[in-house]
């Protein structure tokens, strides 16, 4: 098991040279540079300090050697300095890192402590009402736009109602609150941006564990569950729902680069302090290392994410022992 | 000890409603193999899921009838009741053992977890261990321990079924239901399992309802035979009586569909016969023939066997026959 992770680790650096290639080609492709965006809408600015500016960011280089002097100062875990403000890029995004993972673990638990029991009811009793309101559900999470949901939503507990602030994560009076005061503030701060990030993903793991839980409730091992004279219960959440789970624990892992990738437009609409904003603000800045550095973690975190998914999926099913 | 009074029982598949089993009866007396034979299709599983009530809600129901076991109607139990008898008192193992266990629990604990559940004498867990590796012995494990630590994918298909047949031993039951046992099994394997049966029955004193498709198993295991065709049984007598006196035409059909092992033996190449097959097919559950179910494929059929099924009728003493010509 071990070996197996160590060998996964290793394997995961072409992947992420790939990833970092892609993601390096494509932001030059992009029309206008950082130097544009600094000065493009000034008239005053001549084309000599233009081209000042692009020697001082070392864009005057070629691609293939502004790309490896990035990543040889990545092998040193120097993600370079942001375009805009000269400071460190690693620091900028160790100070938004912990908001996207606050916001992407809670959703991802609220998918799975949510999503789960709906999944699995709904397969039980199978055609019932509650199956067929969930299935309503379902198609509507599938078909709502979350972005457009979301700004429904600020709407309505926001400005109508009041009673959920709808940007940012802390009120400006946050510093002079007491501990539990700060706590549900913050709470209060998540709850819009927690469920918006998680609606997609509840619909999606609702209807999948719904789906998995069906198979396997059609499995002679049930009939044979059942025949041991055991009581339709502990049929079901024992040796129905064991087996159900494991096709939905590999979706554990998948589902963390839609959530990072969602943060992008979730965390800009609900002005999030996190990554995803951040990732965002720099690509419409044109702020290269800012860019990359933010990649090169998202990919780090799916990754991982992946690694997490495959290890667990070994610990639920003893067919698969990884060599 | 167990009888199957007028039993109907419905499928529904795709709108349609399918009559799996029309009618059926039958009684196994203790201490007895009773085997049931048909084609796949006729009905005979359906009669073992009855027997405990393990027909999927959605896909079917039993219609009409009654299931005694010891004067209880099986059919008209609480499940709580139901719960006391099925796993406890009437045992069942399956066609395909590797399906049938569950792939995510060591056998070990399959087996506890029945122990637990029929646990008539509080027994600790360390007597559990204990009593785990008497039944996998009793089935002839040659490791009870490495198998009892073992999940299911890691042992061979016999090995597999031998650990269904310890987790349906574990309750100390009196009826073992046994469904097509060895069918997904090598022919090697077969003999081995078929074997352990007979001698487990009589070692434990079991009543066996063994179903399957293979004459020749009925031949070395059952005292007495059901023949089965579209949901219905067509004739019932001793195993003897049956081998040398098939009454019915679908039960001659089937016999003469067997090769014989001195037949086999004995032809030369050209020689060679081609094996008997009944002509014709199965009918579609959904749809069946009118009368006789098998006068479309019968070789006397006669005017008289299309308006009317025919009633099950005692030709020979104990030799009951469904079929208007017998005795001819």
Not at chain 2, 8 to 26: M, N, P
Not at chain 2, 96 to 110: M, W
Not at chain 2, 187 to 201: D, P
């Amino acid at each position: 098991m071990l070996e197996y992770i160590a060998r996964r680790l290793l394997f995961m650096i072409p992947l992420l040279l790939g990833i970092t290639i892609i993601t390096f080609v494509v932001i030059h492709l992009s029309p206008g540079g950082p130097a544009d965006m600094l000065t493009g809408l000034s008239p005053k600015v001549s084309a000599e300090a233009k081209a000042r500016l692009h020697s001082l960011y070392g864009l005057d280089k070629p691609l293939h050697v502004q790309y490896w002097l990035w990543l040889t100062r990545l092998m040193r875990f120097d993600f370079g300095e942001s375009f805009k403000d000269g400071r460190l890029v690693i620091m900028k995004i160790l100070e938004r890192l912990p908001a996207t993972l606050l916001l992407n673990v809670l959703s991802l638990l609220l998918i799975f402590f949510i999503a789960l029991p709906i999944g699995i009811i709904s397969a039980v009793r199978q055609d019932s009402f509650f199956d067929k309101g969930m299935t309503v559900f379902v198609f509507l999470g599938f078909s709502v736009p979350a972005f457009w949901l979301a700004l429904l939503l600020m709407l309505l507990f926001g400005v109508f109602l009041g009673w959920l602030p709808i940007s940012g994560m802390h009120s400006v009076n946050f510093p002079y609150f007491s501990f539990w005061e700060k706590l549900w503030d913050v709470i209060k701060h998540l709850i819009l941006p927690v469920f918006i990030s998680a609606f997609g993903g509840l619909a999606y793991l609702s209807r999948y564990s719904r789906t998995s839980m069906l198979e396997v409730l059609r499995q002679d091992y049930v009939r044979t569950a059942r025949a041991k004279g055991l009581p339709e219960k502990k049929v079901i959440y024992r040796h129905a729902l064991r087996n159900a789970l494991i096709p939905i624990v590999t979706l554990l892992g998948l589902s963390l680069p839609a959530l990072i990738g969602g943060g992008f437009i979730f965390e800009t609409i609900f002005a999030w302090p996190g990554m995803g904003r951040l990732g965002y603000q720099a690509i419409m800045a044109r702020d290269y290392p800012v860019i990359m550095g933010v990649g090169v973690i998202a990919a780090l975190l799916t990754l991982l994410g992946n690694l997490i998914a495959d290890i667990t999926y070994a610990f639920v099913d003893p067919r698969i022992r990884y060599r | 000890m167990l009888e199957v009074k007028n039993l109907w029982v419905e499928f529904y598949k795709g709108g349609k409603i399918i009559q799996a089993l029309r009618d059926t009866s039958l009684i196994l007396k203790r201490n007895e193999v009773l085997g049931i034979v048909g084609e796949s299709g006729c009905g005979k599983s359906t009669l073992a899921l009855s027997i405990l009530k393990l027909i999927p809600e959605k896909e079917g129901k039993v219609v009409s009838g009654k299931i005694l076991f010891k004067g209880e109607d099986l059919l008209r139990l609480s499940d709580e009741k139901l719960l006391k008898i099925r796993g406890d008192r009437i045992s069942i193992i399956f066609q395909d053992p590797f399906t049938s266990l569950n792939p995510v629990f060591r056998t070990g604990n399959q087996i506890a977890e029945s122990l637990n559940l029929h646990n008539k004498q509080n027994l600790s867990s360390h007597q559990i261990e204990k009593e785990i590796i008497r039944l996998l012995e009793l089935v002839k494990m040659d490791k009870p321990k490495d198998t009892m630590l073992s999940y299911p994918h890691q042992l061979s298909g016999g090995m597999q079924q031998r650990v269904m047949i310890a987790m349906a031993l574990s309750s100390d039951p009196e009826i073992l239901i046994a469904d097509e046992p060895t069918t997904a099994l090598d022919v090697t394997i077969q003999k081995e399992i078929l074997n352990l049966l007979t001698e487990l029955q009589k070692r434990l004193g079991l009543s066996v309802v063994l179903i399957t498709h293979d004459f020749g198993i009925v031949a070395q295991t059952c005292q007495r035979v059901s023949v089965m065709y579209a949901g219905i049984i067509v004739e019932e007598a001793v195993t003897w009586e049956i081998f040398h006196n098939p009454l019915h035409p679908y039960t001659k059909g089937l016999l003469e569909s067997l090769p014989s092992r001195e037949e086999a033996g004995s032809f030369s190449r050209d020689e060679k016969r081609r094996l008997k097959a009944i002509p014709g097919q199965v009918p579609d559950p959904s749809n069946l023939p009118s009368g006789c179910k098998f006068h479309p494929r019968c070789p006397k059929v006669i005017e008289e066997c299309k308006p009317q099924e025919p009633r099950l009728r005692e030709i020979v003493q104990n030799h009951w026959v469904r079929c208007i010509r017998a005795g001819d």
